[in-house]
């Protein structure tokens, strides 16, 4: 039976604000091990001052797969990152409000770290561009990279950066064994700091360390007011998978006469089932329309392979053998 850990619908207002309309978070334990969290819900708001120095808020939703102490930080880079800090006690299964606030101008960043306690950095989520005259008109966002940050041979965190994010986001992150679905994260966006198409914004997800070994199939999603993209891409974890061996005999044809040769599959780490073989003569240079001068016309299985067949292509690629089972 297959057990899966996850949230379903879960609201987070913050005033008359939803950070995440609709909040879904969740793995299955076979292939990834429990992670601690991810940041669901990000609102960053400027201040009123009395003062006249500029002030930010960021209302954050930390979910949580397990119980841990969070801090969240509000750091604003001017040179190098200077936080403030936010505390509170994340429960397993649940969304958690953490608010912090922090003066500054000048800044040129601002960053949205996740924290467990004061011990372990898990994820942030940053916002690049500052300080700088914009003279694009708005557009579509555009993910222009997920950045793979292996932590060990198992352990992936992922960084996502999306130029023109827009102020209003949303961002989804699903990760596939196959075609069996994993792991799964939403994140809502409200970003009322004067976002610009000039600006980048980073989104962390994970770590997330993987169970078992083979293919991962990472996909992100990243919706604004002003359209959608989405990015894909592929991961191996653990050793690859040993390569299948051929042997091909050769063999001497006179013209006008026949010839036969043996192809023998020598090693399959995988097993026999599923393999899709296609076969060309060797003298591709006489391979033109209407004057091909070697042709495969045939093709004998062993006796035991009954679910197996062939087909005709062309002159030049005239064989294909599928499902040597």
């Not at 989520?125 to 793979?148: V, W």
């Not at 393999?275 to 495969?296: D, Q």
Request: charged content about 20%; some cysteine; aromatic content about 10%.
């Amino acid at each position: 039976m297959l057990l899966l850990m996850l949230v379903m619908s879960v609201v987070f207002v913050v005033g008359q604000y939803t950070i995440a309309p609709v909040v879904y978070a969740w793995y299955d334990p076979t292939y990834v091990l429990s992670p601690l969290g991810e940041i669901v819900g990000l609102k960053i708001s400027e201040m009123p001052s009395i003062n006249m120095t500029s002030s930010l808020r960021a209302e954050v939703a930390v979910y949580g797969f397990q119980n841990f102490d969070a801090a969240v930080g509000l750091c604003l880079l001017r040179g190098s990152w200077d936080c403030a800090w936010g505390w509170g006690s994340v429960r397993q299964y649940s969304a958690t409000q953490i608010q912090v606030a922090k003066a500054g101008e000048g800044f040129t960043a601002i960053g949205i770290p996740l924290w467990l306690g004061a011990a372990q950095w898990i994820q942030s989520i940053d916002i690049y561009g500052f300080g700088q005259i914009c003279i694009l008109a708005l557009k579509p966002p555009k993910i222009r990279e997920m950045r793979e940050n292996w932590i060990d041979a198992r352990t992936l965190r992922l960084s996502i950066y999306v130029d023109s994010p827009g102020q209003r986001g949303s961002f989804m992150a699903r990760i596939y064994y196959g075609e069996r679905e994993v792991y799964y994260v939403y994140k809502g966006l409200e970003l009322n700091v004067g976002i610009t198409a000039c600006h980048t914004l980073m989104i962390n997800i994970g770590p997330v360390t993987f169970l078992k070994d083979g293919v991962y199939t990472l996909r992100v999603e990243y919706s604004s007011d002003m359209g959608r993209d989405a990015m894909e891409k592929s991961v191996r974890v653990g050793a690859p998978e040993e390569a299948v061996l051929l042997y091909v005999t050769n063999v001497t044809v006179p013209v006008g006469g026949t010839g036969s040769i043996k192809i023998i599959l020598d090693k399959a780490p995988g097993g026999l089932s599923g393999y899709s073989l296609k076969l060309t003569t060797g003298l591709l240079h006489l391979c033109l329309p209407g004057c091909a001068e070697v042709e495969i016309t045939g093709v004998k299985f062993p006796d035991w392979a009954g679910l197996s067949d062939w087909r005709r292509i062309d002159k030049c690629t005239p064989l294909s053998l599928r499902r040597l089972t």
